[in-house]
């Protein structure tokens, strides 16, 4: 079980590992099961379902072992909201800026995160942010992040937004943080007949 868990967790190649990972060759795993009756016995034998699920000697080992593994987290904005806002003739407006937020490590995220949303490229100019917390790990969970944008014109308006813009959280991937959007104010729309039966 060790040796097995030992490959699984530094096993890389640079033929056939995942490039964006290390080349690691397996991204997540898991343990399946505590128990679990088989013809030939039970596998995994984690826990003794006949003497109220207690660990057996191989459990022990799995205990000591995951316990000293640290956790992981990768926060990242796995999507990001673009959206048409209409005006009515009613200018400026301010349009919601949203994005949902996963990770991808292996860990439940207790600590608070900041997440901004930027007007340029190059996260100087910010619109606002939010703080966020709570995410679960192995992307089991995303949850999403919103700020207002105020004082929009008609025509194109792009955005950026940062995850753990603050650089709180050591994350496994700190280049895949982020992400972009775009706001239409008033776009120019052609309307077509609808036939129908």
């Known amino acids: 079980m060790e040796a097995t868990f030992d490959y699984l967790s530094t096993a890389r190649s640079t033929t056939l590992g995942y490039p964006d990972d290390d080349n690691r060759l397996v991204q997540q795993w898991l343990w399946y099961s505590l128990a679990a009756a088989t013809e030939a016995g039970r596998a995994s034998d984690l826990a003794d379902p006949d003497n109220a699920y207690a660990l057996t000697l191989v459990g022990q080992r799995w205990q000591s072992y995951v316990r000293n ?11 990001v909201a673009s959206s048409v806002v209409r005006s009515g003739g009613s200018l400026p407006v301010t349009a919601t800026l949203t994005v949902w937020i996963a990770n991808e490590g292996d860990a439940f995220l207790n600590s608070v ?20 917390s709570g995410i679960s790990g192995c992307h089991m969970r995303e949850v999403a992040v919103t700020v207002q944008w105020p004082g929009l014109g ?7 937004v940062k995850v753990d813009s603050e ?31």
């Not at 008609?154 to 950026?160: A, C, D, I, N, V």
Request: glycine residues 8%; negative net charge.
């Open 167 to 197: 650089g709180w959280i050591r994350e496994l991937d700190e280049t895949n943080n982020v992400g972009r959007g775009v706001v239409l104010v008033d776009p120019l729309s052609v309307y077509l007949p609808l036939v129908t039966r």
């Open 113 to 132: 995160s900041r997440v901004t949303f930027y007007r340029d490229a190059a996260l100087s100019d910010p619109i606002g942010s939010a703080l966020v």
């Open 69 to 79: 593994l640290p956790p992981t987290y990768d926060l990242y904005p796995s999507r």
């Open 154 to 160: 008609p025509g194109t308006h792009e955005f950026w």
